[in-house]
T-cell receptor
Framework: EAQVTQNPRYLITVTGKKLTVTCSQN?????MSWYRQDPGLGLRQIYY???????DKGDVPEGYKVSRKEKRNFPLILESPSPNQTSLYFC?????????????FGQGTRLTVV | KNQVEQSPQSLIILEGKNCTLQ??????????LRWYKQDTGRGPVSLTI?????NTKSNGRYTATLDADTKQSSLHITASQLSDSASYIC?????????????FGKGTTLSVSS
């Protein structure tokens, strides 16, 4: 089954403790991206990757890192999480960053930083 | 500035009734417009995609319209069901300095009650 898998689904952590949210897709998609979703703000792009070893900042990259060492994986790294990073995070992938390609989203990771 | 505005912010209807959700955009140049359905706690799933030349597209009980001249789209849901309760997100593809960009609306939360 074609899917985007994120782990963990839920995470509660303390300020400053490094964490990684994993994302994996099995559709051989070139393009992957991370979004955060906050009430009243909608989905905002954090980082995206157009292919292996190619990453770039989205609209809200501060406090986040990503890597794309393999085509299927695109982990999101929070080196020193802060409470303002409490949010619902989604990973998405698509065949290309072209207008007519559909983005497939993961199930989401709800992160709470205390 | 590229923007997507959705209305209403939230909507409550009775099961079996019809409803229409609105999306206005100022994205230029315009590539396409998608409607996504996001169930609570899950990732968005694409319902329809519309390009510049398309006026109407249906997907079961969902019918999307697009007026490229006025930069407006609507999503009409016929004979609503309890399972239609979700957030509906309008996403417009445009071009910015970095290439193709997805501009997300903040969504309309629909609650269907029995």
């Amino acid at each position: 089954e074609a899917q985007v898998t994120q782990n963990p689904r839920y995470l509660i952590t303390v300020t400053g403790k490094k964490l990684t949210v994993t994302c994996s897709q099995n559709m051989n998609h070139e393009y992957m991206s991370w979004y955060r979703q906050d009430p009243g703000l909608g989905l905002r792009q954090i980082y995206y990757s157009m292919n292996v070893e190619v990453t770039d900042k989205g609209d809200v990259p501060e406090g986040y890192k990503v890597s794309r060492k393999e085509k299927r994986n695109f982990p999101l790294i929070l080196e020193s999480p802060s409470p303002n990073q409490t949010s619902l995070y989604f990973c998405a992938s698509s065949l290309y960053q072209l207008p007519n390609t559909e983005a497939f989203f993961g199930q989401g990771t709800r992160l709470t930083v205390v | 500035k590229n923007q997507v505005e959705q209305s209403p912010q939230s909507l409550i209807i009775l099961e079996g009734k019809n409803c229409t959700l609105q999306c206005n955009y100022t994205v230029s140049p315009f590539s396409n417009l998608r409607w996504y359905k996001q169930d609570t706690g899950r990732g968005p799933v694409s319902l329809t995609i519309m390009t510049f030349s398309e006026n109407t597209k249906s997907n079961g009980r969902y019918t999307a319209t697009l007026d490229a001249d006025t930069k407006q789209s609507s999503l009409h849901i016929t004979a609503s069901q309890l399972s239609d309760s979700a957030s509906y997100i309008c996403v417009v593809s445009g071009i910015d300095q970095a290439g193709t960009a997805l501009i997300f609306g903040k969504g309309t939360t629909l609650s269907v009650s029995s």
